[in-house]
């Protein structure tokens, strides 16, 4: 069965930092890209940063955010520098079989966690 868990999200200050975690078991690590998404109240879930090799980035984190992965360690992070209010939201980790840019490609078969929130105060 597998199982995708998200963690370290929290209430942070804008300007500060966060690092998230993901971690993935029941599937092979390294043979899945492997996406941050985020939702927003009352908006669309949008796609943060996907990575197989090396990583991509919407625009609006891009030079901010650095994803990574360690496929030793099942666990892919979004370390996130100067952090804006507008970057509250539900962050999620999704596994799945290739990037679409900065999106894990939408697919039937992707794997999703339950979240963790990110609350960033002006």
């Known amino acids: 069965q597998v199982q995708v868990a998200e963690s370290g999200g929290g209430l942070v200050q804008a300007g500060e930092s966060l690092r998230l975690s993901c971690t993935a078991s029941g599937l092979t690590f390294e043979d899945y890209a492997m996406g941050w998404f985020r939702q927003a109240p009352g908006k669309r879930r949008e796609g943060v940063s996907c990575?197989?090799?090396?990583?991509y980035y919407a625009d609006s984190v891009k030079g901010r955010f650095t994803i990574s992965r360690d496929n030793a360690k099942n666990t892919l992070y979004l370390q996130m520098n100067s952090l804006k209010p507008e970057d509250t939201a539900m962050y999620y980790c999704?596994?799945?079989?290739?990037?679409?840019?900065?999106?894990?490609?939408?697919?039937?078969?992707?794997?999703w966690g339950q979240g963790t929130q990110v609350t960033v105060s002006s």
């Open positions: 990575i197989v090799r090396s990583g």
């Open positions: 999704a596994a799945a079989r290739a990037c679409c840019g900065h999106n894990a490609c939408p697919t039937d078969s992707n794997y």
